[in-house]
């Protein structure tokens, strides 16, 4: 009985030291908090979704989704061979152009209207708190905070640790001007050192206007937050970015749900949306699109065009690798105009003449 307790206390104490260390961000506070806790989405003790959306689906367990975990079998989950990829040098970019480059998940680089936009970057080669785990496939990790030499804004769509990278953000503050996050991830920020003052964070339905013609408008997603034992104290958000001559959704983490067709009918069109497409299973299929999912709101949103990313780099789930590009393909029965660029390749989204290479039937 004593040796039990000694490691009981053991396995305590190692996990206070453990959620101690920076990488796992601050609970928000003060003024920030007094701002949450009087938000709309905000009860009892913690953020939520618009509809009912429970963690697992009605038909399953968490005793059964760890056994299958466990002891399934997963083939091709992982790529049977590195990656070859080419990345584009960012720093020569034509500052006119209008571009995006993928960085493999959800990180992915806007160049719109003369503004440099990074999403979610993650580039310390894994998407969790310890190294060891839930590595980059080989090849994906093309990018460093090196190749950035200015950022006018780096957005952070929530706080998981496949989005927000204590260790990329952490070299890329110098270099950006601003951030624009959801409401309560801004406490992870500064208590890693950004100024607070170059922190825009929004709660749904809250618009900032940047300047310049550009405006940027926090809405809703249907998802969940946390990096550390305590959830959902900071705001997941989808963003949709307004500039002179375009608008862009930029989708986030989301399983789908009727907002999407609200942003389309408050919005009216997009010209480019930015969707999750991949890392699903039906045990979560509420928090995450599943195959099908994302043409569903790409017509929601009225999008004229779609970019599928949230596949790739990290294996998340349980699906083989290539499975979320094949489908997406398979399903685009009505020939929607549905982007898969390369990691690292330079893409003219608004050039509807530009081909697609469906490059992952080479691996």
Excluded: C
């Excluded at 979610?120 to 785990?133: E, I, K, Y």
């Excluded at 496939?137 to 190749?147: A, I, P, V």
């Excluded at 104290?233 to 608008?247: D, L």
Aim: glycine share 6%; proline share 5%; aromatic share 14%.
């Amino acid at each position: 009985m004593i040796i039990i307790l000694m490691l009981a206390v053991a396995v305590m104490v190692t996990a206070y030291i453990v959620l101690r260390q920076a990488k796992f961000g601050k609970a928000p506070s003060g003024e920030r908090l007094e701002r949450i806790l009087k938000s709309p989405h905000y009860k009892n003790g913690r953020f939520d979704n618009l509809n009912s959306t429970p963690q697992l689906a009605e038909d399953t367990s968490m005793p059964e989704v760890m056994f299958r975990f466990l002891f399934g079998k997963f083939p091709n989950k992982i790529p049977q061979r590195p990656f070859n990829f080419e990345k584009t040098d960012l720093k020569s970019l034509d500052p006119n152009e209008n571009v995006f480059i993928w960085m493999g998940h959800s990180s992915y680089f806007l160049q719109i209207d003369g503004k440099k936009i990074l999403v979610d970057p993650v580039f310390s080669g894994n998407a969790s708190p310890f190294s060891f785990t839930t590595k980059a496939f080989k090849g994906t990790d093309l990018y460093t905070t090196d190749d950035f030499s200015e950022l006018e804004y780096l957005i952070i769509t929530h706080d998981h640790w496949d989005h927000l990278d204590y260790e990329t953000v952490l070299k890329l503050f110098p270099k950006t001007k601003k951030i624009i996050t959801g409401l309560g991830t801004g406490e992870h920020l500064e208590y890693w050192g950004y100024n607070p003052k170059n922190i825009v964070e929004l709660d749904w339905f809250e618009s900032s206007d940047l300047g310049e013609g550009f405006k940027v408008t926090a809405e809703p997603a249907r998802h969940f937050s946390g990096r550390g034992l305590k959830r959902d104290q900071a705001i997941w958000a989808s963003f949709v970015f307004e500039t002179p001559n375009q608008r862009v959704y930029i989708g986030g983490d989301s399983g789908y749900d009727n907002h999407f067709k609200k942003i389309g009918e408050k919005y009216g069109s997009f010209d480019l949306a930015i969707l999750e497409n991949g890392q699903y299973n039906k045990d979560w299929r509420y928090i995450h699109m599943m195959p099908g999912d994302h043409i569903k709101a790409m017509e929601d949103l009225n999008a004229k065009r779609m970019i599928p990313v949230h596949n790739s780099k990290f294996a998340l789930a349980t699906h083989p690798w290539k499975e979320p590009l094949e489908k997406i393909i398979e399903l685009n029965t009505e020939n929607k105009r549905i982007l898969t660029p390369k990691i690292g390749e330079k893409t003219d989204y608004l050039n509807d003449d530009e081909n697609n290479d469906q490059w992952w039937k080479s691996y």
